[in-house]
């Protein structure tokens, strides 16, 4: 049912047409000094993917290697960012996609502070920004096609379709060959995402956040969110006991004193 | 108080006061023509500055004097803190004006802000925070009407005089869900906020220092008013006062250090990093100090002594914050923000707003016990920090 990217990154050769079907899909800007391919590319308003190129070694005698990492909203399936939205401005769809309401978003942030990715971006140079960020083409899905990036990638690195199978064929090709890592980024990751990585050095040295919690991140907020209708009703009862003894209390007080005067 | 006749006298600071309020209202303007770009130094490393921070987080926890107050007067009946139970509310009631504004400013789509009211976001420690604030700044207002009943639209006052209990209550049960939930906000931050103070603790630790700033920034308000004014503090009552405040802040701090151990990460404190010494700063002189003051008697029945311990509190709180806000985070965001100069002059424009509102208040209506109110005219400097 939930649609998922599985990305090959020893198969990457860095040509960026990903990167292009997106920005003419999407309508994005082509800005000079944002590049979205090579060394120092990275996401931003206009930017829903960026392939940054890693320079690492690799093997006994340190050999120089060049990967290329596809870096965009890896769609979590339980999204912090989707939690963290008070006005339910970003929503995850069945179909996978996270996507983005810029009628109902108020312009908080809130999402960026979440992201257990730094995925969301801001129009910071506009009056009226929006948050910007790879919706996962939802209107192509729908219609049965892929992601315009998946669509256009000439190696194969990028694969679109179902995260069950997906995750079957990751685990097949990480079993079968020996030089990919032992690890599926993705997998647990937050809970789980949509994106899913396979690779032949370690996740750690392309960049990726690999200290991330593998509990859904909402889990953390929601268990303290469950707690509140209980506790406000606890203190409301408790502060309104107070309250009346106090007066009544009080009332009784006086009485003795006018007594007391009376007398 | 029986006829109508408004005052507010001028004097030099309250012509600066005004000017500032000119200078952050039309800049307030500009940002909401301009966007937010062009006028802070925010970035996508860094999408909460400033406004968040001090604006709004930092403003919330010193209002929380409100609450508190309330709480120990009102519901728990200690009548002997009553006479400063109007002055608490005038505070912590344009505190938070001053923080609706400031989140105003900081959304990017401002004229959205009412979504949340009908596009229920329920999953978001941020819903119930925006509910809460919302929810007590009218509840606050209307307690004030009850005061402002006394003097204009007098066939009102017996409703509110009704309906006060209700407000009463209502009114200490919203802050303490919001106070905490500031903190819930960063729980999400989990593998962000360095550990010395991201913890699932984080909404009790947010909620108990709001509590016990409280008495810390009456007193503050009120040495200072008396410093300006001749007149003599009500000694007893502030120290008292601040005597419940420590009784907090001795269970904040054994709980602070067993969440460490619980958590590993006690060792993390004397690293010798940015972190660690930040945060050692913010305990020892934001907790640790206070505390011995608090429990010497000798210490805390001086004036300078319950002077130290309140700014120390007051301080302590602001750095807590600040520490969430920056510090606990630069480590992970890396690069670097410092508040524009826009920043600066909206934020010290809303506290010069919030000091004139206050002088004018305090002039014009009942707040403070009679014989103080002579020399109420004088009360810049308290009111600067009041409202800050």
Redesign the interface.
Same mark, same amino acid.
């Given at each position: 049912m939930s649609k998922a990217v599985l990305v090959d990154i020893t198969k990457c050769v860095g040509c960026g047409s990903c990167g292009v079907a997106c920005k003419m899909w999407n309508n994005l800007e082509y800005r000079k000094e944002s590049p979205m391919l090579g060394k120092d590319s990275k996401?931003?308003a206009e930017n829903w993917t960026n392939i940054k190129l890693v320079e690492t070694e690799t093997g006994a005698e340190k050999q120089s290697i060049w990967r290329f990492v596809k870096n965009q909203c890896l769609h979590c399936e339980e999204p912090?960012c989707?939690?963290?939205?008070?006005?339910?401005?970003l929503q995850k769809t069945k179909a996978g996609p996270v996507v983005y309401h810029?009628?109902?978003?108020?312009?908080? #942030? +809130?999402c960026?502070?979440?992201c257990?990715f730094d995925i969301p971006? +801001?129009?910071?140079?506009?009056?009226?920004?929006?948050i910007r960020k790879c919706q996962m083409c939802p209107g192509r899905i729908k219609e049965g096609n892929s992601p315009a990036c998946t669509e256009v990638c000439p190696t194969n690195a990028l694969t679109f379709g179902e995260h069950k199978d997906l995750l079957k064929q990751a685990r097949a090709t990480i079993n079968n060959d020996k030089k990919y890592v032992q690890h599926i980024f993705g997998e647990k990751e937050a809970g789980g995402t949509a994106w899913l990585y396979i690779s032949d050095v370690p996740f750690k040295e392309l960049g990726f956040r690999t200290?991330?919690?593998t509990q859904a991140?909402?889990h +953390?907020?929601?268990?303290?969110?469950h707690l509140?209708p209980a506790?406000?009703l606890t203190?409301?009862a408790l502060?309104?006991g107070? +309250?009346v003894y106090? #007066?009544r #209390?009080?009332t009784i007080a006086n009485e003795e004193n006018d007594n007391k005067k009376g007398k | 108080m029986a006829a109508k006749n408004w005052s507010f006298r001028m004097t030099p600071t309250r012509a600066v006061l005004m000017a500032l309020a000119a200078i952050g209202g039309a800049l307030m303007v500009y940002r909401l023509?301009?966007?937010? /770009?062009?006028t802070t130094n925010?970035?996508?490393q860094w999408?909460?500055g400033m406004w968040i921070g001090f604006d709004v987080l930092t403003g919330v926890a010193l209002a929380g004097g409100g609450y508190s107050t309330c709480?120990l007067v009102?519901?728990?009946?200690i009548k002997k803190f009553a006479p400063i139970a109007r002055a608490a509310l005038l505070t912590s009631l344009i505190g938070y004006l001053l923080v609706m504004v400031g989140l105003f400013l900081?959304?990017?789509?401002?004229?959205?802000?009412w979504?949340?009211f009908v596009?229920? /976001?329920?999953?978001?420690?941020?819903?119930?925070v925006?509910w809460c604030v919302s929810l007590y700044t009218t509840v606050q207002l209307l307690e004030f009407g009850e005061i402002a009943t006394e003097k204009v639209g007098k066939r009102w006052h017996g409703i509110f005089k009704k309906i006060l209990?209700v407000l009463?209550?209502?009114g200490?049960?919203l802050p303490?869900?919001h106070q905490s939930?500031l903190g819930?906000?960063y729980?999400?931050?989990?593998?962000?906020l360095y550990p010395l103070w991201w913890s699932?603790l984080l909404?009790i630790f947010f909620l108990m220092s709001s509590f016990f700033v409280g008495p810390a920034m009456v007193s503050l308000e009120s040495l200072l008013s008396s410093r300006a004014t001749g007149h003599k503090p009500e000694y007893n009552i502030l120290q008292s006062l601040i005597k419940v405040a420590g009784y907090m802040m001795l269970v904040y701090l054994v709980l602070k250090i067993g969440d460490l151990f619980y958590r590993g990460a006690a060792g993390l404190v004397f690293a010798g990093n940015l972190e660690g010494n930040m945060f050692l700063l913010e305990m020892i002189a934001g907790i640790i100090i206070p505390l011995v003051i608090c429990f010497t008697p000798k210490l805390r029945n001086s004036k300078a002594g319950l002077a130290t311990f309140s700014v120390l509190v007051v301080a302590g709180v602001i750095l807590n914050r600040m520490n969430v806000v920056f510090t606990g985070m630069s480590d992970y965001i890396g690069g670097s923000y410092f508040p524009s100069a826009i920043e600066w002059l909206v934020s010290i424009g809303l506290v010069a707003m919030g000091v004139l509102a206050y002088l004018f208040i305090v002039e014009n209506f009942n707040i403070v016990p009679k014989e103080q109110h002579e020399a109420e005219t004088d009360k810049e400097t308290a009111a600067v920090k009041h409202t800050a």
């Open positions: 996401l931003d912090a989707v939690s963290a939205c008070f006005s339910k401005a810029a009628n109902l978003c108020v312009g908080c #942030r +809130y960026m502070i979440a257990p971006k +801001y129009e910071w140079g506009k009056v009226i920004p929006r200290d991330v919690t991140v909402p +953390y907020t929601e268990s303290i969110m509140t506790v406000g203190w409301g502060l309104t107070m +309250y106090n #007066r #209390r009080n | 023509v301009v966007g937010l /770009g062009p925010l970035n996508d999408p909460w709480l009102n519901v728990m009946g900081d959304i990017g789509r401002w004229f959205n802000f979504r949340p596009s229920w /976001g329920h999953t978001s420690i941020l819903f119930e925006f209990p009463l209550i209502v200490v049960l303490t869900l939930s819930s906000l729980v999400i931050e989990v593998g962000k699932l909404p």
